[in-house]
């Protein structure tokens, strides 16, 4: 795909004045893709390498890295391809209906959803889990170690970050998460140089007896460390120049690649055999048994107000696709009710109109020689007989302006609503089943395996062979079988698994 198809398929809407206000440049993209991927998830890595080893570990995550990036490469080139087919801005959701219809872009809407709010699930727990750490730690009242009432307490804050709208406002914020967490990396990094002398049995390197039962979760926690998967249609898009995408891209995956596997094997070298799903709680429960106690405790702290800043961005591919259906009746398009269309410009002209407005729905026999823009006035324009008089272009500016607004601030309301609900429904689900380790690796299985490994070769099988002419037989097309097949023995292992797991423990 060249660049001057990019450009042609993906380039923004130069009329609309907002738009270059909105975009993000080249380092903001980078910023956003490693701080979309570098999540709470890298933290959970050091106890799946505990499981594995490292030679394993180190394995898994790059084959798992190099799946989910190319599956991801491959269903943006469709949406560049063949977006143009889609009226608006098209998502992850748009281009499996494209390839499948409206039953497979609900397959898809699912398990994106379920992906992303599983992600923001996991984060109230590991903020809660953390800070539980840092009060069992100095004693404080019974009610601080909680971690249930420790997400009650953070839950306002999430719903404030959640209300910010657009990726360029969240860009700050974005980058704010990401020094905190590179700060907590290099804090680990000085306790692990001053603490890496002090096991006397010799250096970590692999478990004495790999456990089958853990292999699944071991790398379904892998799996979900590669979080920002969903990120990418909704960061592509932001850009001012998204042809410039891959390069970006592959550079942040690379970086991002590098992180976990240096920073897993670090950490399970220094610090021995981790049995928690966050390094961090992990440590501030066996703080006593280590030196430099300020950095374990410091890096905690910077630990969870990095995923506190990083809970909207991971929520916000949620938001975009389920903002997209009309459930609150205030969308402009597709519209059967006889509710007016929405203009997105003062030049565009309105083709129905409600009556709720006060504006008929209907004139007289020859309504039928008015045009579209003098059936779209309102009834002050109309003349004492009932029949449409003059109007002129002011006029009917104004009242365009004055419904554009209206709408507008009835989809802001929606939208808050949305939002507001969703923060909850994870707020909830965490409070259920606090434990991390547990949360993550179904996560991973669940959703991970369906979005980053199932759905992206099920639609290249479908463009290849239909769009492109390949045969059934095709290395491509034997290429997605053997894909999706990996994807759903993944999944399927790893859910049952973990949900086992949880059961268990309950």
């Not at 798992?64 to 608006?88: C, D, F, P, W």
Request: glycine share 6%; charged share 15%; with cysteine.
């Amino acid at each position: 795909m060249t660049s001057t198809e990019i450009t042609t398929h993906l380039e923004y809407d130069a009329s609309d004045p907002h738009a270059p206000k909105t975009r993000t440049n080249v380092q903001q993209t980078f910023v956003h893709l490693v701080k979309g991927y570098i999540g709470p998830g890298c933290l959970s890595q050091p106890w799946a390498y505990t499981q594995l080893g490292i030679k394993y570990g180190v394995l898994a995550t790059v084959i798992l890295g190099y799946l989910t990036s190319m599956n991801s490469m491959m269903v943006l080139r469709h949406k560049v391809r063949y977006g143009a087919e889609i009226q608006g801005n098209p998502t992850y959701s748009d281009i499996g209906e494209l390839a499948y219809g409206k039953w497979f872009k609900l397959y898809v809407v699912l398990s994106v959803c379920v992906q992303q709010l599983a992600i923001c699930t996991v984060y109230f727990s590991f903020i809660s889990d953390n800070i539980a750490a840092v009060a069992e730690e100095w004693d404080m009242p019974i009610v601080l170690q909680n971690q249930r009432f420790i997400m009650a307490c953070v839950f306002p804050f999430v719903i404030a970050l959640v209300y910010i709208k657009d990726l360029r406002r969240l860009a700050p914020i974005t980058a704010i998460g990401t020094v905190f967490l590179f700060v907590a990396f290099g804090l680990l990094g000085v306790a692990a140089f001053e603490n890496w002398d002090l096991d006397n049995e010799g250096v970590f390197s692999a478990p004495a007896e790999i456990q089958l039962s853990k292999v699944p979760l071991a790398t379904c926690a892998i799996m979900y460390s590669y979080e920002g998967i969903c990120l990418i249609f909704p960061i592509q898009s932001a850009m001012k120049e998204p042809e410039k995408f891959d390069k970006v891209f592959y550079a942040a995956m690379v970086c991002v690649c590098s992180i976990f596997a240096a920073f897993a094997s670090f950490c399970v070298t220094a610090f021995g055999e981790i049995n928690d799903g966050s390094i961090t709680a992990y440590l501030m429960s066996n703080i006593d048994d280590y030196n430099w106690q300020f950095c374990i405790l410091a890096a905690n702290t910077f630990v969870s107000l990095c995923v506190l800043l990083t809970y909207p961005l991971q929520m916000f591919p949620a938001v975009e696709i389920i903002s997209k259906i009309d459930w609150f009746g205030t969308k402009n398009l597709r519209r059967k009710d006889g509710l007016v269309a929405l203009p997105t410009s003062d030049e565009e002209e309105m083709t129905t109109l409600n009556e709720s407005e006060g504006i008929p729905s209907s004139v007289s026999d020859d309504s039928s020689d008015h045009s579209p823009l003098q059936e779209g006035i309102p009834t002050s324009s109309l003349s004492g007989n009932g029949h449409y008089g003059a109007i002129g272009n002011d006029d009917a500016s104004c009242y365009t302006d004055s419904l554009r607004n209206r709408c507008s601030d009835e989809c802001d309301s929606a939208s808050m609503t949305m939002r507001s609900a969703l923060v909850l429904l994870t707020f909830t689900i965490a409070l259920s089943v606090p434990d991390v380790q547990e949360l993550i690796s179904l996560a991973g299985a669940l959703s991970g395996s369906s979005v980053a490994l199932i759905i992206p070769p099920l639609m290249e099988l479908r463009f290849c062979t239909h769009r492109e002419g390949k045969s059934y037989l095709s290395w491509a097309a034997i290429k997605c079988y053997l894909l999706v097949v990996v994807g759903l023995s993944y999944g399927a292992i790893g859910t049952i698994v973990a949900a086992d797991e949880i059961i268990y423990d309950q």
